[in-house]
């Protein structure tokens, strides 16, 4: 009994603390129907229950439903467990109820906060553009102002100008009527003076004070009409100066005028567009969740973007890596090459100043013309058969080289006379024999140098053969890394361009989705305000054609965030192409250069090896 009763008030409690719930939540204005049900059922099967004990009555004030259901069950000590287990499985769906409507209401104030702010943003806009608007309008209005007070101050001038014209139109007339009347004057002063005769003779001479007096007249009418001639030539000029300021106003009210019908029509092409918009607007109608969406950015295109900016910087940091291994490998094959260079070109140096030596050396020079000429002595001695002679040459001769020998140690004349006094054929003997000896000897030394000569034209053919094999060999290599190269370039060119125009048609959906999504709901709003604050409708316009003129402006920043990653792209591939040119140029060039030093060190193994039996 005490344990029905312990199971009973834990029952009560529980249905007090779910009355609690709901009460606090249709406090806060999200009552729910179902729960209120639930409890009213639960209420009318308790009372149900209630009904078959009256005698637990008097106890019902104390109980929380303000009824005798409670302590009707109590004073029964005999609940049935099906009552409660209905009841617990009530309170949670209640529970789960209440979970999900406060889930909805975070969800809705979430909603709400970011259609607020997007609200914000968009009275921010519309004040910037009403802004603009009353700029343009005062700017317009200031026009109207101006070009109506220059079309008023054009026309005063205009008149002013004209009346002056017909002034001295008055004038010219009034001038050139007074010029013909002096014309006249003059003429007729002309004629009485030629009517008038002449006479020679005193009787016949008229009064001279008459003759001075139409002279003078007639100087006075002929001043008269130079003056009145300047004075026209003036008129004339100024009321040239007048037609020319007349068309020049005239043709500035033209352009005025022209200008004022370019912006009247401008005016009404934007009130055509605006209307075209209105029209779209009635027919199409997009909502918040929409809005909201196309404000959205995609996270998917955000990650991507991330990664490519990170893929870009890691191909930079390789390209730069290997840019600076290609440099120092570079660096370090010229040293070499210089160095190898240097070394050969030593090793040419000396070989031709050995050959050189013997041009070059005086001493043996000098002895070989000696030779020579002793020769040639001899040979004429010996074919002219005067021995007595030839000795007496040799004898020349003889003392002659032993002179320039032994001057200092015979200062005197005696070993002069000892050798002359020798026997003449034992001194032709001895020069025939040191003759023929330096002849064998100049032989062998032209012999040698012509075996070096051919030596050196055969090295020197061996070389230009090497060269021009490692010229053809090298234009081979080239034309086909240029054939490789090209092939790349256009496959990759081909990718490019279909990536390229792939990309283009994605964009181009996504910026106008774009456009469509905000430009719809912001000329809706905008129209919106202009009905209820009853603004122009060229308030529209202006702001249609400056939300145009932004699209255009975000439309080209894309265009031009897509070009420059087109662009790095591009630079990034032609630096991988480069840089595989260059390692297949490395390892070419240190190909070759193996192949020029082992054939150089055959050929320096060669002319050592001559020069060793030379």
Not at 38 to 43: D, K, T
Not at 129 to 148: C, M, P, V, Y
Request: aromatic share 2%; proline share 2%.
């Amino acid at each position: 009994m005490a344990d029905a009763d312990t199971s009973a008030r834990a029952v009560v409690e529980a249905a007090n603390e779910l009355i609690d719930v709901m009460d606090a939540h249709a406090m806060r204005g999200s009552p729910s129907q179902d729960g209120g049900a639930v409890l009213a059922a639960v209420e009318d099967g308790l009372r149900q229950e209630s009904s078959s004990s009256p005698a637990a009555r008097p106890d019902t004030d104390n109980t929380p439903f303000g009824g005798a259901t409670v302590e009707k069950v109590l004073a029964k000590g005999a609940t049935p467990q099906a009552s409660f287990d209905s009841v617990r499985k009530e309170m949670e769906t209640q529970e789960k109820i209440i979970v999900a409507l406060q889930r909805d209401n975070e969800a809705l104030l979430k909603e709400k906060k970011d259609i607020a702010s997007r609200c914000k943003q968009l009275e921010h806009d519309f004040e910037h553009l009403e802004a603009k608007h009353s700029l343009l309008l005062s700017a317009q209005q200031d026009f109207a102002t101006r070009s109506s007070l220059h079309a008023t101050n054009d026309s005063a001038k205009i008149v002013n100008l004209q009346a002056q014209v017909e002034d001295l139109q008055t004038t010219l007339e009034t001038e050139k009527r007074r010029c013909a009347l002096l014309l006249q004057e003059r003429g007729d002063v002309t004629r009485s003076k030629s009517d008038t005769p002449v006479r020679t003779h005193a009787g016949e001479s008229g009064p001279l004070a008459e003759q001075m007096r139409y002279e003078s007249k007639g100087k006075d009418a002929a001043a008269k009409v130079r003056e009145s001639q300047r004075a026209h030539d003036v008129q004339k000029n100024a009321i040239d100066g007048l037609h020319a300021e007349v068309a020049r106003l005239e043709s500035e009210k033209q352009t005025a005028h022209t200008r004022e019908r370019s912006l009247l029509h401008e005016v009404d092409s934007l009130r055509g567009q605006v209307r075209e918009l209105e029209s779209a607007l009635r027919q199409k109608k997009e909502s918040i969740g929409e809005l909201i969406r196309s404000c959205q950015e995609s996270s998917g295109n955000v990650q991507r973007l991330k990664k490519q900016e990170s893929r870009i910087r890691l191909l930079e940091a390789a390209l730069l890596e290997k840019d600076d291994f290609t440099r120092h490998a570079m660096e370090k094959l010229r040293a070499e090459t210089k160095e190898v260079c240097d070394r050969y070109q030593g090793t040419i140096t000396e070989l031709q100043q050995r050959l050189e030596i013997p041009r070059d050396d005086p001493e043996q020079r000098r002895r070989i013309s000696v030779l020579e000429k002793e020769n040639l002595e001899l040979r004429r001695a010996i074919g002219g058969g005067a021995v007595s002679r030839t000795a007496e040459k040799a004898a020349a001769v003889t003392i002659a080289d032993t002179g320039a020998e032994g001057s200092e140690k015979a200062p005197g004349g005696a070993n002069a006379a000892e050798v002359i006094g020798e026997p003449a054929v034992k001194e032709a003997a001895a020069g025939q024999a040191e003759s023929s000896r330096l002849h064998a000897v100049i032989h062998d030394l032209r012999a040698e140098l012509d075996d070096q000569k051919q030596q050196c034209a055969r090295l020197q053919s061996r070389l230009t053969g090497v060269q021009a094999e490692w010229d053809a060999r090298l234009a081979e290599m080239k034309g086909n890394f240029a054939h490789q190269l090209q092939a790349l370039r256009s496959s990759h060119n081909g990718d490019l361009s279909r990536l390229e125009a792939n990309h283009q048609s994605q964009l181009l959906e996504v910026s106008k989705a774009a456009q469509a999504n905000g430009g719809d709901s912001f000329v809706a709003r905008l129209s919106r305000i202009v009905d209820e604050k009853g603004y122009d409708a060229s308030l529209v316009a202006i702001g249609e054609r400056l939300r145009y003129l932004e699209k255009r402006c975000c439309q080209k920043e894309e265009e031009a965030a897509y070009e420059l990653q087109e662009t790095k792209r591009i630079a990034e591939l032609e630096k991988k192409l480069e840089r595989e040119k260059t390692d297949v140029l490395l390892e070419r060039k240190n190909t070759q250069i193996k192949r020029f030093q082992t054939q150089l060190d055959e050929l320096l193994a060669a002319l050592s090896i001559l020069q060793s039996t030379s």
